[in-house]
């Protein structure tokens, strides 16, 4: 919760000719200050917000439409009369207001306010073993007597504002070349973050260390880190040299003696080097042809105002540009001299543990700080351990104990009996950590514990991580009855053959069985009709058992079949047989056997027989299921000589009684498939017959006159027994 309170800081601001103008003021500052020698310093956690209001008044009350200016390390942040910053990353900053007035009263030095926020610590906490057994009290902490062994190593920070000092380059050799440039940089770091150049003049010099054999060569310019270039010397002097160098060797092994130059708007000589390779030179020590330019400081050629708004901070590069051949040199350092009164000042802070201790949650018994008693859920459990420094900042990191599944336990028991000692009680174990070692409370291990009568036995599980369960299992001792199954088998078609075994699962033989009240020596009561039996049993000590069940009946098979013809002729007598046959429900059909009514048979659900000789024969099929039933189906096949058919060549329906009629004689045929046309010369029908052989009498059935003495034609059709379609046709004669 932020807490906003009045905190007067007052700086007087005086103007040259009405004295003082208007007293400065910091209020409503919502963080709480330290003072320390005489410097106001905000405690601050990452991510905390600093807010404070600028009030400017004088005798007549608050100045009328003042300006504000804040800045962090000298960068402009604010024109607002409140400042409010969120700092989210630890380190120091430099809070700074400044205040003017409509008559251009301004404060002679600023308020500055000194933020710390706190670095971040390392936390390093271990907690060994990691693993537990869940639901059970256990204590963390760095004493030998923890269950768990707790260690934290917190390392805390600091922070120290950058030093700035003159940085120099590296040498830096610079080869013969025409039109070759060569480049060396610097690095500044030390100013605020964002702070730019306000003022050419902050750039105090260009400070370098250099000889070159032959000034006429070189173009030399410096560029900013936002990469705005200023030449700070054009070809010019000819011959004049950079220092004491060695002319003509053209080896980097053999480097002169660099002197001391440097640019500025401020130069000790005041003109620039192209300038002072006319009127400002020194002789060759060693007696050479050649002039020196004097080492001093002189103005660029272009001008440092074009770094203005340029960040300080960063790369500066020199960049030397060889235009001609035959000369070379080397730039020994270079650095660049920054007004002092811009950087920031030199301040640090350190930061220290005050407060440590373990975080609630539900799973924590008791905390005393730093060790606790937890008791773990099954799973992860995270604990936090929070730390609080010397500017009430907390940081906290988890530890995270795992609990391991419950030891699951089903028990299989079986009690005991009539008291025949036969109680049993099996436990099946999962979870928790295998392997498992169970102890019962008679010293027995293992998880199968027999011979039990009746009564409560303990026992206590325990996992291969010391996670230990503690139960106990009831052996009851049943007197309900003894237990046994029965195996019935059915009787099959009254028979007879129905049993019942009698099968003990508890109790101590020897036993005794009775079925209906009558008495059987052995478990396996025979040779049982379908009924309702009541079945007892009784064993060695006196404990008895009874169940009724009904023994059922399971009918005999249906036999039945199909056959391809009933009726054949002896010469084409080939009749197949299926079996249409079914078992009663329960049962299943083992055999199929065939006789055909001569002697022979055959076996199958499917057979076929050619009858060769004239009669009747009953065909007889015999089934047997799997319980011995079996049942019979006879159906007859009438053996018959083949078809004939005969008719007359002519016939005189005269009425006299003597061949009267047309008939057509047949034998051995289906007569009701019978069809006879006959036609006159001419094609057309006169007389039809279907389904009977009634004959022809001479009458047309056309007209219903008598036909005319004539020959005509019939048709004839027919089916024999084997459904086979047969024709006849022929000419007949009707005479007087």
Same mark, same amino acid.
């Given at each position: ?9 007052? $700086? ?250 440097? %640019? ?48 300080? !901070?960063?790369? %500066? ?10 000369? !070379? ?17 030199? %301040? ?79 436990? !099946? ?98 040779? $049982? ?58 049962? @299943?059909?083992? !055999? ?79 007569? @009701? ?22 004959? %022809? ?15 005509? /034609? ?9 459904? /086979? ?12």
């Amino acid at each position: 919760m932020n807490k906003y309170f009045i905190l007067i800081f007052t $700086l007087l601001s005086f103007n040259s000719l009405f004295g003082q103008c208007f007293i400065a003021e910091i209020a409503n500052v919502n963080q709480d200050q330290v003072v320390e020698e005489n410097i106001t310093f905000f405690n601050l956690c990452p991510g905390e917000t600093l807010s404070m209001q600028a009030i400017a008044s004088d005798d007549n009350g608050p100045v009328v439409s003042p300006s504000f200016s804040w800045f962090i390390d000298e960068t402009d942040y604010s024109n607002l009369q409140t400042f409010t910053r969120t700092f989210d990353s630890p380190g120091g900053y430099i809070v700074s207001l400044m205040i003017e007035d409509n008559d251009g009263c301004e404060m002679e030095e600023s308020l500055d306010f000194y933020v710390r926020v706190s670095t971040i610590p390392t936390i390093d906490l271990s907690v060994n073993p990691s693993v537990v057994c869940p639901g059970v009290i256990t204590s963390i902490g760095a004493d030998t007597s923890s269950d768990l062994d707790f260690s934290g190593e917190i390392t805390t920070g600091a922070w120290e504002s950058l030093n700035c000092e003159d940085e120099f380059s590296e040498a830096t050799y610079l080869p013969d070349g025409s039109g070759a440039s060569y480049s060396t940089d610097i690095y500044l770091g030390c100013f605020g973050d964002g702070q730019i150049l306000t003022d050419a003049n902050d750039i105090i010099s260009v400070d370098i260390n250099m000889e070159h054999s032959y000034s006429g060569d070189l173009d030399i310019y410096l560029t900013s880190p936002n990469g705005v270039q200023v030449t700070l010397f054009q070809q010019a002097g000819g011959s004049t040299w950079f220092g004491e160098a060695t002319d003509g060797d053209l080896t980097e092994t053999n480097p002169g003696v660099g002197y001391d130059y440097g %640019w500025s708007m401020n130069p000790d000589y005041n003109g620039t080097m192209v300038d002072g390779v006319t009127n400002n030179t020194i002789p060759d020590p060693a007696g050479g042809f050649s002039n020196i330019l004097t080492p001093t400081s002189y103005f660029p050629i272009g001008d440092f105002n074009d770094f203005l708004g340029c960040p300080i !901070n960063g790369t %500066w590069t020199i960049t030397v540009t060889d235009n001609i051949f035959s000369d !070379n040199g080397w730039i020994f350092s270079w650095g660049i001299q920054i007004n002092q009164s811009i950087i920031p000042s030199s %301040w640090s802070f350190e930061n220290s543990i005050t407060e440590e201790y373990f975080i609630d949650n539900p799973t924590i018994t008791s905390n005393s700080g730093n060790s606790i008693s937890i008791e773990p859920n099954v799973g992860p459990n995270t604990y936090y351990y929070e730390v609080v420094d010397n500017f009430g900042c907390t940081f906290s990191e988890p530890i995270v104990v795992t609990g391991t599944s419950y030891i699951n336990i089903s028990e299989d028991i079986s009690n005991e009996y009539c008291g025949a000692d036969d109680g049993e009680v099996t436990l !099946n174990l999962s979870g928790g950590t295998p392997q498992y070692s169970v102890i019962w409370a008679n010293g027995t291990q293992g998880p199968t514990l027999t011979d039990l009568t009746e009564g409560t036995y303990s026992y206590t599980v325990e996992d291969e991580l010391g996670c230990e369960q503690t139960d106990n299992v009831v052996i009851q001792n049943s007197e309900l009855g003894l237990l046994f199954d029965l195996i019935v088998t059915s009787d099959r078609c009254d028979q007879g053959i129905g049993s019942i075994e009698i099968v003990p699962s508890n109790g101590s033989s020897p036993y005794t069985f009775s079925a209906n009240g009558v008495p059987s020596n052995t478990n396996l009561i025979e040779n $049982l009709y379908q009924d309702e039996y009541n079945i007892e049993i009784s064993d060695d000590f006196g404990c008895d058992g009874s169940e009724t069940i009904e023994l059922e009946n399971i009918l005999g098979p249906n036999a039945n079949f199909s056959q391809s013809h009933d009726t054949v002729t002896f010469v084409d007598g080939l009749v197949e047989f299926i079996s249409l046959s079914s078992p009663a429900s329960g049962a @299943s059909l083992e !055999n199929h056997q065939w006789t055909f009514g001569n002697g022979l048979g055959d076996e199958g659900v499917q057979t076929e027989f050619d009858f060769v000789q004239i009669g009747n024969f009953p065909v007889a099929l015999t089934i047997t299921d799997d319980g011995g039933c079996s049942d019979t189906y006879l159906s007859p096949v009438v053996v018959v000589e083949d078809y004939w058919a005969w008719a007359p060549s002519a016939f005189t329906p005269n009425g006299d009684g003597i061949n009267d009629f047309f008939i057509i004689k047949f034998d051995n045929i289906i007569e @009701s498939t019978l069809q006879v046309f006959i036609y006159d010369r001419w094609g057309k029908l006169v007389f039809q017959s279907s389904g009977n052989n009634i004959g %022809w009498d001479g009458t047309r059935q056309d007209n219903g006159i008598k036909a005319d003495i004539s020959s005509y /034609k019939y048709y004839a059709s027919f089916n024999t027994y084997r459904n /086979k379609l047969q024709e006849k046709t022929g000419v007949i004669l009707l005479l007087n």
